[in-house]
């Protein structure tokens, strides 16, 4: 199973460039199927580094301060694995 973290976008306050709130998504991949958790991490404060020379890295590092990365990435797992090995199915049997 191949999982990937990345950052959609990101909101800022164009006063002093902070980072208010980080659009964020983490990708589960295991052959033809896939999922995901898509959500949002947001700060106040002041800003503690440039705008402009910030990298997905740094800003996946802030979101890792706040996110549990190991369950999030479980429960994207759990969820390939549900559509791997339905437990309910629908339709009709004719």
């Not at 199973?1 to 990708?27: E, K, P, Y």
């Not at 199927?33 to 020379?53: K, L, N």
């Not at 890295?57 to 559509?83: C, G, H, M, P």
Request: contains cysteine; hydrophobic residues 40%; negative net charge.
């Amino acid at each position: 199973m191949n999982i990937t973290w990345n950052v959609s976008t990101l909101n800022r306050r164009t006063s002093d460039g902070f980072v208010t709130t980080a659009h964020w998504q983490c990708v589960g991949a295991d052959g033809d199927i896939s999922d995901s958790v898509y959500s949002t991490c947001s700060w106040d404060g002041e800003p503690v580094a440039a705008y402009d020379g910030l990298t997905q890295d740094q800003v996946l590092a802030w979101v890792w301060e706040t996110v549990d990365k190991d369950a999030t990435e479980a429960a994207v797992q759990a969820k390939i694995e549900a559509q791997k090995n339905p437990v309910a199915a629908t339709g009709l049997p004719w």
